[in-house]
């Protein structure tokens, strides 16, 4: 059996009244592949967020097998976020070399590691193009390679295909695959079964902030006693699914203020009464 490599413990997460996520533990092994499984506002991201070290838990822990807190240890994560978060100012390589260089990576090194894999998501022609002008798909590739760089032991990713056409959400499953042939960890959310089965040697289905069910493909299915991945998650999902819960949903009036005063050509307003 595979060495945990990432721990949570008792996880729970809350904004004001809502429980996004609710007394979650999981153990994460080297060399997997694991597919976060649920639909939108089911609890994926904040668990990624959480794993990152982006968000706090409210009670419990996360860390990493040699005990440390993850938001101590960011250098052996990587991150493709929901939002890709480039700078439209800089090239693909700019943005990655600026990403490893906070990571204390020589350009050398970032380099090698950049061009390996974008040859393989067809994406060195672009790398000293401006993502200014990127399609969402290139966007995607590039916060990919960014994310890869500086050699992360543990990758994450937030919906890794979303805007990718049929061949290039191919291409990145590949490289998950050879990520973790190369003895990688990648956790992978995604709310596409279909795609969760084709990539995944373990998946957590999520709904409404606990986790449903965590096993194999055929785990799940004698789980269920159903016939398709479909099916087995249909009768772990059963009831109705929350609303998305949005972040900053309500802005203070100094963000109000802060909007109306350097964004032109937008109107503002501010209930003092609020």
Known sequence: MEENLLRLTDVSKSFGDVHAIEHVSLDIQHKSIIGLVGGNGAGKTTLLRMMAGIYRPTTGRVHLSDGQDVDQMRSVLGV?????????????????????RIHGIEDSIAWSRTIRFAKLLGMEESLHRYTE???????????????????????LLDEPTAGLDVTSARIVRKLVQKLKDEGGTVIYSTHHLAEAEQVCDRIIIVHNGT??????????????????????????????ARPRQEDNSNPSKFALLWRRLFTRNHNFEVNEDE
């Open 80 to 100: 493709v976020p929901e939002s890709t978060g480039l700078y439209s100012k800089l090239t693909a390589w700019e943005n990655i070399r600026f990403h490893s």
């Open 133 to 155: 002008g990127f399609s969402r798909g290139m966007r995607q590739k590039t916060a990919l390679l960014r994310a890869l760089a500086h050699g992360p032991s543990i990758l």
């Open 211 to 240: 986790i449903r069910a965590d096993g194999t493909p055929d785990e799940l299915l004698q789980l269920t006693e159903t016939k398709s991945l479909e099916e087995a998650y249909v009768n772990l999902t059963s009831e109705i």
